[in-house]
């Protein structure tokens, strides 16, 4: 059997943390079994899907490295869905209902006063002729319910062991709404079927509707595949993730210059016991994969572990994956510079502010007090071109000549070569900067 598993998003908006490590999941599981991981657009809603943002969540997929073996859209397969229904309601087992939403609300609560489960009590099965055709007389539409068995379902979860859904305590689920508009159950089974979907990884908040999609997977002969619920996230102080996604698409993650593997490398592990570490490759994600360590209790997101995460992969980056990157930022060419600069760095556009520091203009800073030792260091500068040699030669030159040693030797020349109090380390950066900018900011003189 091939595994075959799918992500199927909504193209209503934009892909959040939430459904990257759902989409991961997948992938991950697919490829870790030599199988395959579809891209399902679920576009039903056609009122709201926009060819934008099925775009939109492509180049997100793209930009994690979750390349898709196949790729559909639902509004493509009415036709399917129509035989699918057909069929069910042949067989009695959808029927239609003539309720409106609110009296449906109103059922509702009376059941909730009473200490009843809010279950849907089927009365429409109890219309007689005359009050359908009244109904319909009266302009109303039905919407269509898939009829429950009232049976036990019970499945092995690949995370949460043996599940049990009494579907005799659910309504019978709403496959179809009253302007002939499809919802999601329906729809998602028969492309299951017939995408030969071997497994569904999907979040706990599935769980119950799994049990009614099971009975209509065997409603229409199909194989009930593997089904594998993983928690769900919290943010970091345990509230609701959702409250926070505005600033955790992954669009805005990617502009804001993430790494994708750092965020691949935090969502991968987060519910488990394992160590949380940087992974460089997917290839290395895919094989330390295991859907049998995740855990039950939720797990937190917190975005600074994206930013040190981030951090420590740029630390760790070979010459060789950045150097594109570096070549379209005007970046000195070799392995030099990059292993110069890369531990100081949290983004990758951080690079940027380096080569400001290199090229200028940079506005010096002397002290007062430091100016007769800046100027004995201009002095002291080794003529011509200069090496990774010379800041240590010309240090220690100043301490034997001045007495100074420490921060007082070392920080007034990185503030009047850099402006900074901080950065790469100056035998890296002084060659950089070259014998010219280096007497010029020594002199005080911004360039």
């Not at 869905?81 to 209902?97: H, I």
């Not at 859904?165 to 028969?190: C, F, K, M, N, Q």
């Not at 996230?233 to 996604?245: I, N, P, Y």
């Not at 992974?279 to 040190?308: H, N, W, Y």
Request: glycine fraction near 8%; charge should be negative.
């Amino acid at each position: 059997m091939t595994v075959r598993t799918r992500f199927a998003p909504s193209p209503t908006g934009m892909l959040h943390v939430g459904n990257a490590r759902a989409a991961l999941f997948c992938f991950l599981f697919a490829k870790g079994q030599g199988g395959d991981f579809i891209l399902r657009m679920d576009d039903t809603d056609e009122a709201r899907s926009t060819e934008e943002f099925a775009e939109a969540i492509k180049a997100d997929l793209g930009w994690l490295g979750l390349d898709y073996d196949e790729t559909f859209k639902q509004s493509d397969r009415f036709d399917k869905y129509e035989a699918s229904f057909t069929g069910l309601k042949a067989r009695g087992l959808v029927y239609a209902c003539y309720e409106t939403p609110d009296e449906l609300e109103r059922k509702r609560k009376r059941q909730l006063a009473r200490g009843m489960p809010p279950v849907y009590d089927r009365a429409a099965l109890d219309l007689t002729d005359e009050q359908i055709a009244a109904h319909e007389a009266d302009g109303r539409t039905p919407h269509y319910r898939f009829k429950l068995s009232g049976n036990t379902i019970v499945w092995n979860d690949m995370v949460r062991g043996e599940q049990k859904v009494e579907t005799a305590s659910l309504s019978d689920p709403v496959i179809r709404r009253a302007d002939g508009t499809w919802l999601y159950t329906l729809p998602s089974v028969v492309d299951d079927i017939e995408g030969n979907i071997s497994h569904i990884i999907r979040g706990e908040d599935h769980v119950t509707n799994s049990g009614a999609q099971i009975e209509i997977i065997e409603a229409l002969g199909g194989k009930v595949p593997v089904f594998g619920h993983f928690s769900l996230m919290l943010a970091a102080d345990g509230g609701a993730l959702s409250k926070r996604l505005g600033s955790l698409s992954l669009r805005d993650m990617r502009e804001r210059g993430v790494e994708a593997m750092s965020l691949n490398s935090l969502i991968a592990r987060l519910g488990t016991a394992d160590p949380v570490e940087p992974v460089q490759d997917m290839a290395m994600l895919i094989k330390g994969f295991d859907m049998t360590r995740l855990g039950r209790a939720p797990a937190r997101f917190d975005s600074e572990d994206v930013t040190r995460l981030n951090a420590r992969i740029l630390h760790d980056m070979p010459y060789e994956a950045a150097a594109p990157r570096l070549a379209a930022m005007g970046a000195p060419k070799g392995a030099a510079f990059w292993d110069s600069v890369k531990a100081n760095l949290t983004l990758f556009d951080d690079v940027g502010d380096i080569l400001r520091l290199i090229e200028g203009p940079v506005s010096p800073v002397i002290e007062a007090y430091d100016a007769d030792y800046v100027a004995t260091a201009l002095d002291a500068l080794p003529q011509g071109d200069l090496t990774e040699q010379s800041w240590s030669e010309w240090t220690q030159s100043l301490k034997e000549s001045t007495g100074r040693k420490g921060r007082a030797l070392f920080m007034p020349l990185r503030q009047a070569l850099t402006g900074q109090a901080h950065g790469p380390e100056m035998q890296h950066l002084l060659p950089l900067i070259g014998y010219d900018k280096a007497v010029a900011r020594l002199q005080g003189k911004k360039g």
